[in-house]
């Protein structure tokens, strides 16, 4: 969340929405048989460790 208290309660209504959003398209997804993984900027970083994530996520939906 923003630090300054102006325009404070626009970025939460958004980020709200936005999180109920990307939740509905995650639900629709797996509703139709896909697995979904989020994966966040933060964890891009790190290309060993990203790679690792998705091999996990992909050796999980082979099973």
């Not at 139709?32 to 939906?61: H, N, Q, S």
Request: a positive charge; glycine letters at 4%; hydrophobic letters at 35%.
């Amino acid at each position: 969340m923003p630090k300054s208290p102006e325009r404070r309660e626009y970025w939460r209504k958004k980020f709200e929405g936005n999180v109920m959003r990307d939740q509905q398209h995650r639900d629709a997804l797996e509703r139709m048989g896909w697995t979904t993984l989020v994966i966040w900027e933060c964890e891009t970083t790190d290309a060993e460790r990203l790679a690792a994530l998705l091999r996990r996520f992909l050796d999980g939906a082979n099973q």
